[in-house]
């Protein structure tokens, strides 16, 4: 008996090491965010590049329902809020629950545990998703008082437009001034953005909104993901970032195909970046999703050959269509499934271990 025990220990011994019983979290998490962007807009930008993206490499794929506390079509400040936070809130709510009490974000978290943090959108970076990750306010209108916000943070990297609400402002704060007295790099070009690899960056690509990619503002997402994961990497305890493919949903207000699908591309190429990085370092989690669909686009006719796709829409506005979650790395298989969009928050914490 005691030497049947024995054996048992030592084959346990050897077939577990402790390290392997131990659930793998990644070391770092990236949220990737079309905005707006439902299985339609994702299916117009795979026809336009003639039947393949980036984005089926990929190897977990799941739903989410993205309402709101008080609305079945959720606009992007609660949604962003149910991922950075995971609670239901009100439409307009940027990181505060129901009763606009601040709730604590997924980047903050990171922060405090060392890691470093980053947000890229291609709008203003006081814009409702990137927001909700760094600032807490009752209403997403309140550019000025998001941008203070990010005052309060000791955030490495964000790229996006918004550069009058950290400059020009009503209470006559400069913010720009404040950041350069912060360390930070402040970069007013994308050939800025792509000389700086390390140290803080804060990078202003526009005063307000940054243009559509096909009005001027062209292949800057790109740029903008390697510039901020090369500065983020450098951490050796990781990071979290939240890149967000911001102005597929104003291709969706706008009821316009062909901006959709430039968007879409744009963003698929981001999201190439992304992937790339991630199968090198082999330690990060990245997930992509939308916060809502936007248009009730549909497709009604295409070519795989020519990538030429006719869109029709139902809406000029959100809808509340079930969400396609995607993920690659360790952690990615928790995003099986349909849930809540709270639950994004939930597993990205669990996945990297802060719960
Ligand atoms: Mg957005
Ligand atoms: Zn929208």
Redesign the pocket.
């Known amino acids: 008996m005691k030497n049947i025990i024995i054996v048992c220990i030592l084959f346990f011994a050897l077939t577990e090491s402790p390290a392997q019983q131990k659930t793998k979290h990644p070391k770092n998490i990236i949220l990737m965010?079309g905005?707006?962007m439902g299985t339609a807009q994702i299916y117009a930008g795979l026809t336009a590049k003639k039947g393949t993206l980036n984005l089926e490499q990929c190897t977990a794929i799941g739903f989410h329902k993205s309402q709101s506390s008080d609305s079945y079509v959720t606009d992007?400040a609660a949604?962003?809020t149910a991922f950075a936070c995971g609670e239901k809130t009100y439409n307009g709510a940027i990181g505060v629950d129901v009763n606009k009490k601040a709730l604590p974000t997924i980047l903050e978290a990171a922060e405090k545990k060392g890691l470093s943090t980053g947000l890229v959108?291609t709008?203003s970076i006081t814009?409702?998703?990137?927001a909700c990750f760094i600032s807490h306010q009752p209403s997403r209108s309140l550019d000025e008082a998001i941008a203070h916000d990010f005052m309060a943070t000791d955030i490495d990297v964000f790229i996006g437009g918004g550069r009058k609400f950290f400059e020009k402002r009503a209470d006559g704060k400069n913010l720009v001034d404040s950041l350069k007295a912060k360390n930070y790099q402040i970069a007013s070009s994308i050939q800025e953005v792509k000389n700086i690899n390390k140290g803080k960056l804060a990078a202003f690509l526009a005063d307000e909104q940054q243009p559509k990619f096909s009005d001027g503002r062209g292949d800057q997402l790109v740029p903008s993901t390697e510039t901020a994961l090369a500065i983020l990497s450098q951490n050796k305890k990781g990071f979290f970032a939240m890149i967000?493919g911001?102005?597929i949903?104003w291709g969706g207000h706008a009821n316009d195909t062909q901006y959709i699908i430039n968007e879409m591309v744009d963003f698929d190429n981001a999201i190439g970046k992304v992937l790339d990085f991630a199968k090198k370092d082999g330690n990060t989690l990245v997930i992509i999703t939308a916060?809502h669909e936007t248009g009730g686009f549909s497709l009604i006719n295409g070519n795989m050959k020519t990538g030429e796709v006719t869109g029709k829409f139902t809406t000029g506005d959100h809808t509340g269509v079930m969400i396609p979650v995607f993920a690659y790395g360790p952690g990615a298989e928790k995003f099986i499934g349909i849930y809540e969009n709270t639950a994004i928050y939930h597993k990205m914490m669990e996945a990297i271990g802060f719960k």
């Open positions: 965010i905005d707006g992007s949604g962003a959108a709008c814009h409702a998703t990137p967000e911001s102005q949903d916060d």
